[in-house]
């Protein structure tokens, strides 16, 4: 599973917090953003710009990028392929990609204080899986630093972080109970997720439910809205009629998913 941003957040404030007055020393120098930085997740054909700014102090030494597992390996050798990364110096002359390995996106650097180098990223293709952040985990060390010294993270606030929601919808997903007590009101779960089984992006929608049930009560249509992210609980709904028994959710576009059987037992008081 991919690290997300607040766990990345919780995971450097450990190490910039570990050593009373030494806190400082444990978070790299500079800061990198993206653009951009909200895509579509199983998409290909990305460009993304990285832009490095040594913002408190130059840097001078090796960056490291690490790319995320999901995405496009970076590489050098076919400039007109997927994953293709190209370096601008701008204003850190002397600063060039030394190599790459693995996911990992090395970087010679030599950055005075508050110049800034771009990293480019081409044809990039998306994880499949949306999250609230993918982070290019982003750190340095200086040149000349005993060979065992480790690389330090830039700070928090600082990496650089792409949001990866889900395509376009594509089905329908229904979370219902496989077992029921007649007259007893539960509840269903109905999600419109993409080809992937994301929660799919930008759905507005309308919702039914029905059932096999003659003798049922089921909650109203629902039409989904942006603040629900395509995906809505149905409360009340009821089933009197003992033995199997399925719930169907249909929507306003033609999709639809039928639960498997329902156990419905008689109510006993």
């Known amino acids: 599973m991919q690290v997300g941003w607040a766990a990345l957040c919780a995971g450097l404030a450990v190490l910039v917090l570990a050593a009373a007055g ?5 978070v790299g120098i500079g800061k990198m953003t993206v653009t951009p930085d909200r895509l579509v997740a199983g998409t290909t054909g990305n460009e993304l710009s990285f832009t490095f700014l040594a913002d408190s102090a130059p840097v001078n030494g090796t960056t490291i990028v690490d790319v995320p597992r999901g995405w496009t390996k970076a590489q050098r050798s076919d400039p007109a392929g997927p994953g293709y990364v190209e370096l601008e110096s701008s204003g850190c ?3 060039s990609i030394s190599g790459i390995a693995g996911r990992r996106i090395v970087i ?3 950055c005075p204080r508050r110049h800034e180098f771009k990293l480019l990223y081409h044809r990039a293709a998306t994880p499949l899986l949306s999250a609230d952040g993918y982070v290019f985990l982003t750190q340095t060390r200086p040149l000349r630093a005993p060979r065992k010294t480790p690389f330090k993270p830039l700070g928090p606030r600082k990496q650089p972080v792409v949001k990866v929601r889900g395509n376009s919808a594509a089905g329908l997903f229904m979370t219902i109970t496989s077992y029921a007590t007649a007259g ?11 080809q992937f089984g994301n ?7 309308t919702v039914t439910l029905t059932t096999t049930d003659a ?3 089921v909650p109203a249509p629902y039409t989904y809205g942006p603040t629900d992210v395509s995906q809505h609980t149905f409360t009340g709904l009821v089933l009197r009629t003992a033995g199997p028994q399925r719930v169907t959710a249909t929507d306003s576009h033609g999709f639809s998913v039928t639960s498997g059987p329902i156990t419905v037992s008689p109510f006993s008081s």
Not at 184 to 193: C, D, K, L, S
């Open 108 to 110: 010679a650097t030599r």
């Open 199 to 205: 929660n799919a992006a930008d759905y507005t929608g």
């Open 22 to 26: 030494g806190a400082a020393t444990r």
């Open 215 to 217: 003798a049922h009560t």
């Open 184 to 194: 007893v009101p539960f509840n269903a779960t109905v999600r419109v997720v993409d």
């Open 93 to 95: 002359v002397g600063t």
